[in-house]
């Protein structure tokens, strides 16, 4: 008993001072955010603006490094678009410096930043770009500047075109013996192919090669128009693979000087007309001071990024969490307009159902306004439905209006593999509807064909009422094919080309304001609740690995079937490069 305790007394000790450690690094932790010295803007500085950190439309919740007791600061679409716009009328910035060796961005996000770009330099101020090595997207904003430089030694542009590559299952599960049970409407419908296929459809070729075209086409006409090169002499290039060193690159007028660092910094000190020169980040020069100072009007900003799911939390799109940001929107009579930012590959149809019957019901009160990221597709499009207008980019990935179901079956694999077997009792005969652990039933699969059905209807009835288009129209552009805004926009799926400014401007002129605020929901993290955050996400880094996490994007899709949801999501991950 004595024993028992000294080891009891022991424990409460050992957590007493874990817990006044832990307290302790949160105050120093807490300290270090605050303790940050004003940010000064001096005269004639230049504004440097590196995407080399993973751009979210949003910035998210600072990184916290307790051991240095340092603060990382993530990039956010919307505060680089705030400080591009604010920086036209700053009399202290002479121009800006684009530093392209990194560029973690989407393509459409890229495009997004690069019209930013274009209306600062309507203001007469320079911009000039530089990169060791210039990736595709890299390049294509690069373009945008009045000088592009580039590092002699080692330098070079990815110019290659566009690719899309997707991996297939088929031959793995084969190994397994796990059958998959595909239960789909969309001939485009795309997502279970890795599962039953070994290489595209042609029908997924179609798509694929149709969108890939597109935004190739569109990126080659703005370099062109950029860098007066003709289109055939750019694809001539890609082709033959020509850009090899930083000297090609130069001959062929795809940069204007190559430049080391230090010659970088006299040409920069130059263009500032100081002798010393002054930068300041763009993540810096947005703590200066706040955009949209305006009247007690607001038009409320909402952001919906990642796949879209049932229930609360704080990753992905929570559809109470987001329900509950546009309800506060809606009930905020200050807030006169609502502009609803969609960056989302999709995701689960009722969470997709409950969000879009929220802005249906807030569109009836005031104006509400879509803004596509760089993924607005499938169940991305269906909680765009409810829109006065929607804006996106040429190279906006969208439409996917469809819908599937997918059912594993590992009776095989379990089995023959690894001589596990089961057994069943039933009160009723499809009691154990549905299993993974035995073939479906025709009337099981019949089940499942007739809710796949009902939701596809469902879609495709809300995207011809909200778009003024036949039943018939919508399901010619249907069948879950995926189409670039581009082409969205010639098919009667958006209105506009345009990002986020362009959005907010639209709604405050719907609703008749001019002098107004912006309000982003849904609500920030305290600073508490960030640190919070901090510590979970680096406890979730650090218990898995990059093959783990490459499968979470299937097992969601298996659990959602599994718990009866169908789901309209794109087909797979898509990356521009």
């Given at each position: 008993?004595?024993?028992?305790?000294?080891?009891?007394?022991?424990?409460?000790?050992?957590?007493?001072?874990?817990?006044?450690?832990?307290?302790?690094?949160?105050?120093?932790?807490?300290?270090?955010?605050?303790?940050?010295?004003?940010?000064?803007?001096?005269?004639?500085?230049?504004?440097?603006?590196?995407?080399?950190?993973?751009?979210?439309?949003?910035?998210?919740?600072?990184?916290?490094?307790?051991?240095?007791?340092?603060?990382?600061?993530?990039?956010?679409?919307?505060?680089?678009?705030?400080?591009?716009?604010?920086?036209?009328?700053?009399?202290?910035?002479?121009?800006?410096?684009?530093?392209?060796?990194?560029?973690?961005?989407?393509?459409?996000?890229?495009?997004?930043?690069?019209?930013?770009?274009?209306?600062?330099?309507?203001?007469?101020?320079?911009?000039?770009?530089?990169?060791?090595?210039?990736?595709?997207?890299?390049?294509?904003?690069?373009?945008?500047?009045?000088?592009?430089?580039?590092?002699?030694?080692?330098?070079?542009?990815?110019?290659?075109?566009?690719?899309?590559?997707?991996?297939?299952?088929?031959?793995?599960?084969?190994?397994?013996?796990?059958?998959?049970?595909?239960?789909?409407?969309?001939?485009?419908?795309?997502?279970?192919?890795?599962?039953?296929?070994?290489?595209?459809?042609?029908?997924?070729?179609?798509?694929?090669?149709?969108?890939?075209?597109?935004?190739?086409?569109?990126?080659?006409?703005?370099?062109?128009?950029?860098?007066?090169?003709?289109?055939?002499?750019?694809?001539?290039?890609?082709?033959?693979?020509?850009?090899?060193?930083?000297?090609?690159?130069?001959?062929?007028?795809?940069?204007?000087?190559?430049?080391?660092?230090?010659?970088?910094?006299?040409?920069?000190?130059?263009?500032?007309?100081?002798?010393?020169?002054?930068?300041?980040?763009?993540?810096?020069?947005?703590?200066?001071?706040?955009?949209?100072?305006?009247?007690?009007?607001?038009?409320a900003v909402i952001y919906a990024s990642g796949e879209i799911m049932s229930g609360e939390?704080?990753?992905?799109?929570?559809?109470?969490?987001?329900?509950?940001?546009?309800?506060?929107?809606?009930?905020?009579?200050?807030?006169?307009?609502?502009?609803?930012?969609?960056?989302?590959?999709?995701?689960?149809?009722?969470?997709?159902?409950?969000?879009?019957?929220?802005?249906?019901?807030?569109?009836?009160?005031?104006?509400?306004?879509?803004?596509?990221?760089?993924?607005?597709?499938?169940?991305?499009?269906?909680?765009?439905?409810?829109?006065?207008?929607?804006?996106?980019?040429?190279?906006?990935?969208?439409?996917?209006?469809?819908?599937?179901?997918?059912?594993?079956?590992?009776?095989?694999?379990?089995?023959?593999?690894?001589?596990?077997?089961?057994?069943?009792?039933?009160?009723?005969?499809?009691?154990?509807?549905?299993?993974?652990?035995?073939?479906?039933?025709?009337?099981?699969?019949?089940?499942?064909?007739?809710?796949?059905?009902?939701?596809?209807?469902?879609?495709?009835?809300?995207?011809?009422?909200?778009?003024?288009?036949?039943?018939?129209?919508?399901?010619?552009?249907?069948?879950?094919?995926?189409?670039?805004?581009?082409?969205?926009?010639?098919?009667?799926?958006?209105?506009?080309?345009?990002?986020?400014?362009?959005?907010?401007?639209?709604?405050?002129?719907?609703?008749?304001?001019?002098?107004?605020?912006?309000?982003?929901?849904?609500?920030?993290?305290?600073?508490?609740?960030?640190?919070?955050?901090?510590?979970?996400?680096?406890?979730?880094?650090?218990?898995?690995?990059?093959?783990?996490?490459?499968?979470?994007?299937?097992?969601?899709?298996?659990?959602?079937?599994?718990?009866?949801?169908?789901?309209?999501?794109?087909?797979?991950?898509?990356?521009?490069?």
């Amino acid at each position: 008993m004595k024993n028992f305790l000294k080891m009891l007394l022991a424990s409460i000790l050992g957590i007493l001072i874990v817990n006044i450690l832990v307290f302790i690094i949160l105050l120093s932790a807490i300290a270090v955010i605050g303790s940050d010295e004003p940010v000064i803007v001096k005269n004639n500085s230049i504004l440097k603006i590196a995407l080399n950190k993973p751009l979210e439309d949003r910035a998210g919740v600072p990184e916290i490094d307790i051991i240095n007791l340092d603060v990382n600061t993530n990039l956010g679409l919307n505060n680089i678009l705030n400080g591009i716009e604010r920086a036209e009328s700053d009399h202290r910035i002479k121009g800006i410096y684009l530093e392209l060796s990194n560029v973690q961005a989407g393509i459409a996000s890229v495009e997004e930043i690069r019209d930013a770009l274009l209306n600062f330099k309507e203001s007469g101020k320079f911009i000039l770009a530089y990169a060791e090595n210039y990736s595709q997207k890299a390049y294509y904003l690069a373009t945008v500047a009045d000088k592009i430089y580039l590092n002699p030694f080692g330098g070079g542009i990815n110019f290659t075109g566009i690719s899309s590559k997707i991996t297939f299952f088929k031959g793995f599960l084969d190994k397994l013996g796990v059958d998959m049970q595909i239960i789909r409407h969309g001939k485009f419908k795309s997502a279970v192919e890795p599962f039953i296929l070994n290489k595209m459809s042609d029908e997924n070729r179609e798509q694929v090669k149709s969108y890939t075209g597109s935004i190739w086409n569109y990126i080659l006409q703005t370099i062109s128009a950029s860098r007066d090169i003709e289109i055939e002499e750019l694809n001539r290039i890609a082709d033959n693979l020509e850009l090899v060193t930083a000297e090609d690159a130069l001959d062929k007028k795809f940069v204007d000087k190559l430049f080391y660092e230090d010659e970088l910094i006299a040409e920069l000190t130059k263009y500032s007309g100081v002798t010393s020169l002054n930068t300041i980040d763009i993540t810096k020069y947005n703590t200066t001071s706040m955009l949209f100072s305006g009247g007690k009007d607001k038009i409320a900003v909402i952001y919906a990024s990642g796949e879209i799911m049932s229930g609360e939390g704080d990753t992905e799109i929570m559809s109470k969490n987001l329900i509950g940001a546009i309800s506060k929107a809606r009930k905020d009579s200050t807030v006169k307009a609502v502009v609803f930012r969609v960056n989302s590959p999709g995701g689960a149809s009722d969470a997709s159902e409950f969000i879009a019957r929220e802005l249906e019901i807030t569109k009836a009160k005031k104006p509400v306004v879509i803004s596509m990221g760089d993924l607005a597709a499938s169940g991305g499009y269906w909680i765009s439905t409810p829109a006065d207008k929607i804006f996106a980019h040429h190279t906006t990935l969208t439409g996917s209006i469809g819908v599937f179901g997918l059912i594993p079956n590992i009776e095989k694999t379990m089995k023959e593999k690894l001589g596990i077997t089961f057994d069943v009792v039933r009160t009723n005969e499809y009691s154990d509807f549905p299993s993974i652990t035995r073939p479906l039933k025709q009337v099981e699969k019949d089940y499942l064909q007739k809710m796949v059905e009902i939701v596809y209807s469902k879609f495709t009835d809300k995207v011809a009422k909200s778009r003024n288009l036949s039943l018939e129209r919508v399901d010619s552009i249907g069948q879950g094919r995926v189409w670039s805004g581009a082409n969205a926009f010639d098919i009667g799926l958006i209105d506009y080309f345009g990002g986020l400014k362009d959005a907010i401007r639209e709604a405050a002129k719907l609703a008749d304001i001019s002098d107004y605020s912006i309000l982003e929901l849904p609500k920030e993290l305290s600073t508490f609740e960030m640190l919070m955050k901090t510590f979970e996400t680096k406890v979730s880094k650090s218990s898995g690995n990059e093959f783990r996490r490459s499968l979470e994007h299937y097992q969601y899709l298996i659990n959602s079937i599994k718990n009866f949801g169908i789901v309209a999501k794109l087909p797979y991950e898509i990356e521009i490069e």
